[in-house]
């Protein structure tokens, strides 16, 4: 089984997508902000969802679609999150204590973040934040106020 995510980029909507062995779709939840019957309904729509997981892979790399599609890490510890993030600055013990403190889905949303942050940093000419300070201003929510 793998997993996936669908981020709404205007709102806090997700849609999370597991497909089988095959790369058959097999199971969909909704989360974030309270769906309304009539966005469940357009998503519902021929074309709207990934039906397969080659299908996922087409949407990972379309940037200009509503949503961000991306593959839900699994590995959820600090030591992943310490060699994902660039900039290896600050107390390693202190960070450590805030990713610990995280809830699963924030931790999958901060990993989810972390190449976007480096994007827009580099795209603004601005530093990247202390890791410890990435996780406790809680960084991949920004982008959502």
């Known amino acids: 089984m793998k997993n996936y995510v669908a981020i709404h980029k205007k709102s806090d909507h997700k849609i999370n997508l597991t497909y089988d062995t095959f790369g058959v779709l097999v199971k969909i939840e909704f989360s974030g902000e309270r769906w ?8 519902f ?3 709207r969802l ?5 299908e996922i892979w087409h949407r ?3 940037k200009a ?7 839900i890490p699994t590995d959820l510890s600090f030591s992943n999150f310490w060699n994902l993030f660039a900039n290896k600055k600050g107390k390693i013990p202190s960070a ?9 889905a924030e931790k999958i949303e901060a990993l989810l973040y972390i190449p976007k942050l480096h994007v ?5 000419g601005t530093a990247l934040p202390y ?14 106020k």
């Open 36 to 43: 309304k019957p009539e966005t469940i309904n357009w998503i």
């Open 120 to 124: 827009q940093k580099k795209a603004d």
């Open 65 to 71: 679609l509503e949503f961000d599609y991306m593959e």
């Open 96 to 104: 450590q204590r805030y990713w610990e403190k995280l809830t699963d």
């Open 60 to 62: 990972i790399e379309n």
């Open 50 to 54: 990934p039906l397969s997981e080659s």
């Open 131 to 144: 890791p410890q300070t990435y996780i406790s201003g809680k960084y991949w929510l920004a982008e959502k």
């Open 45 to 47: 729509q021929p074309g």
